[in-house]
């Protein structure tokens, strides 16, 4: 796709001091930017660059004035990083506005879908499923029976989402991510071997909520796994049966989360975080990478280590862990010297 200084000013209600007519049709960064790329001037640690950027057409502030001759075309707006940041959210959009059913694919009896689908080739949709407008489903997907998923929804190929899964409006689920699969419930038996315990539950996600890839949402053994709106999960995340996570919550890869533990809103997970089950954690919480969460935390708690303890002390602890050789070293004089 090509666009002209003239198109993107326009977009980004913008003023073209150059060539309006100068056309691009990929991006970079300002130090590496190329004939035929468009960038953007926001910091000032960059400032030099802009009089030897190749790059066609530059986003810059409405105050930047050139001090040296420059080459490429300028379009100023009001805030240079927020106008390239809605530019690539257009550019996304255009990218993604596919429609039509690819073959092949199946559609099983009583889907109703809405307007502006996207089915991409090899996906399955199975029964009685309701998918709302301007939904895409990327190729060699799978979505099971009695699925709801709301307006404007995203899945990326390989998307698996298991039966009676409810997504909302606005949801992002990128490739290899699962939804639905069984929850980890098995009963020990008298001879040493485990039983395993009906998964029947499913899993709710709410809307404007992003999964990345490689994510596994599990079902609840009774009632929902529920995912709350804003929620944004990184790839790699484990989400055990009957989890509940809350409004607005973000948790980066590698966590997880063990069954019917209850996270609230707004809290900040790092990656690698592992959290006990039945826990009840509140809201605002910030919780450090690699930490191991085996207790109950209140709103607004910040902690970090294994297990997890109070952010203040565990700061104050890890200097002394760093010095226990030279302490043992001190100690062992100090004992050699009394006797």
Not at 137 to 153: K, L
Request: with cysteine.
């Amino acid at each position: 796709m090509k666009f002209t200084a003239a198109q993107i000013a326009g977009i980004l209600e913008g003023e073209v001091v150059g060539d309006p007519n100068a056309e691009v049709y990929k991006l970079s960064k300002i130090e590496e930017g190329t004939a035929g790329s468009l960038t953007f001037l926001a910091n000032p640690k960059y400032l030099h660059f802009i009089y030897t950027t190749q790059a066609t057409i530059t986003i810059v502030n409405a105050t930047f004035v050139p001090e040296q001759e420059i080459t490429t075309t300028l379009i100023k707006v009001e805030d240079a990083y927020q106008s390239f940041s809605k530019l690539l959210e257009y550019y996304n959009q255009v990218k993604l506005m596919k429609s039509g059913i690819e073959q092949p694919s199946v559609i099983s009896e009583g889907v109703v879908y809405g307007s502006d689908l996207y089915l991409g080739s090899f996906c399955y949709i199975g029964k009685n499923v309701t998918i709302g407008n301007n939904v895409k489903i990327y190729p060699n997907s799978f979505i099971g029976d009695n699925v709801s998923i709301g307006d404007n929804c995203v899945f990326f190929a390989g998307v698996r989402i298991y039966s009676e899964t409810v997504i909302g409006s606005n949801c992002t689920i990128h490739s290899g991510t699962i939804i639905g699969s069984d929850g980890f419930g098995f009963a020990p038996q008298e001879d040493g071997t485990y039983k395993k315990v009906p998964q029947i539950g499913n899993v709710i996600i709410e809307d404007d909520v992003e999964i990345g890839s490689c994510t596994t949402v599990d079902r609840a053994t009774l009632g929902s796994t529920i995912i709350r709106k804003g929620v944004k999960l990184d790839n790699h995340i484990q989400v055990a049966h009957n989890v509940e996570i809350g409004e607005n919550t973000v948790i980066a890869s590698q966590t997880g989360i063990a069954g019917s533990t209850k996270i609230g809103k707004n809290c900040m997970i790092g990656g690698q975080v592992g959290f006990a089950g039945h826990l009840v954690i509140g809201d605002h919480v910030k919780i450090q990478g690699q930490a191991g969460v085996t207790r109950n935390l209140n709103d607004g708690e910040t902690v970090q280590g294994t297990p997890a303890f109070t952010y203040g002390d565990y700061a104050k602890s890890y200097v002394h862990f760093k010095n226990l050789p030279r302490i043992v070293s001190e100690l062992e004089q100090l004992k050699k010297q009394q006797l």
